[in-house]
């Protein structure tokens, strides 16, 4: 959904083999040529379009909680409406045809029941960047933890020599300020010899 509440993946439903997934009587080879065709409306055994799957638009039904797809016609002034029922015990899916809205609107009315029109939430889990912060601190408590006790327990260090390279960890501050200093000058060094 555009609000970022989530999606609705009905690809598994998707006609299969050049045959429409859904059909009520004999699926009409006009209908079926056309990828584009999403519903098929035959009247005095003539064939019409009354929606194209280029047309879909989903929609918002009552609070939120329902939607619906709209599907236009590309020739004419047809629409179909698409209820989407969400049942998550319906796995290939059920569609109902309600018919046309009233006689003469060219609106018509479907029910499709199944597990794949249930809006699907995406998980609020840990980020990437979080991951690699939890792994980070993790591997450097180790580090501490287990070369503070080898250190004490192996080498026999006390105080402040059992911190595992005690010399690198007093000298980090004024390598970083260094490290600082030398970046804010353009990476240039000072010459510290005298030109003959």
């Not at 009520?24 to 799957?53: H, L």
């Not at 004490?152 to 010399?167: D, F, H, L, M, V």
């Not at 970083?176 to 030398?182: A, E, Q």
Request: proline share 3%; glycine share 10%.
């Amino acid at each position: 959904m555009k609000d970022g509440s989530g999606t609705i993946d009905l690809s598994p439903l998707a006609k299969k083999g050049g045959q429409p997934n859904f059909k009520e009587g004999p699926a009409n080879q006009e209908c079926m040529q056309s990828s584009d065709i999403a519903v098929c409306q035959i009247q005095d055994d003539k064939y019409y379009d009354v929606g194209t799957q280029t047309s879909a638009l989903f929609q918002n039904v009552g609070q939120g909680t329902e939607q619906k797809i709209v599907y236009k016609s590309s020739s004419s002034t047809k629409q179909s409406f698409v209820h989407l029922v969400c049942d998550p015990n319906i796995s290939g899916g059920a569609l109902a045809v309600i018919g046309e809205t009233s006689s003469g609107s060219e609106t018509y009315n479907f029910v499709l029941t199944s597990k794949y029109a249930c809006l699907v939430t995406k998980s609020s889990g840990l980020s990437t960047g979080s991951i690699l912060d939890i792994i980070f601190f993790v591997m450097l408590g180790t580090y501490f933890i287990a070369g503070v006790l080898y250190l004490r327990y192996k080498s026999g260090a006390r105080g402040a020599e059992s911190i595992p390279n005690y010399e690198f960890w007093m000298n980090l501050p004024s390598l970083t300020r260094d490290g600082c200093l030398f970046v804010a000058k353009g990476c240039k060094t000072e010459e510290s010899y005298q030109r003959i």
